[in-house]
């Protein structure tokens, strides 16, 4: 079954990881999937999700931040310049985990 999540976020750049781009899931979208992939997924509890944004779509996967509390979304920057995205803009998320 798949669940899909549509939610608005702010774009941040990771520090010190040179120029990784990604999206924080909103607390209870990140509680819903949390409990629907369960704690100890592969690859460090990452979940396998397709994503939209605005005309872009692609599959990637989600990952737990222990320091966010919550699942980030690495924004890949072909996505970014397709839609023209810099950090701190607001990006509307379609989210479907399968």
């Known amino acids: 079954m798949v669940e899909s999540y549509r939610f608005e976020s702010t774009l941040w750049v990771a ?3 040179g120029s990784w781009h990604f999206i924080s899931l909103p607390n209870d979208e990140s509680d819903q999937i ?3 992939a369960g704690p ?3 690859g460090f509890g990452s979940v396998r ?3 939209s944004i605005g005309s872009t ?3 990637t996967s989600i990952f737990p931040d222990t320091k966010r509390g919550t699942y980030v979304l ?3 920057k072909a996505v970014r310049v397709a ?3 810099t950090e701190g803009d607001v990006v509307t998320v379609v989210l ?3």
């Open 15 to 17: 520090t010190g990881t």
């Open 34 to 36: 949390l409990d629907q």
């Open 40 to 42: 100890a997924g592969p």
């Open 49 to 51: 999700v397709s994503v």
């Open 57 to 59: 779509s692609w599959r």
């Open 74 to 76: 690495p924004i890949k």
């Open 83 to 85: 839609e023209g995205l």
């Open 96 to 98: 479907d985990v399968a």
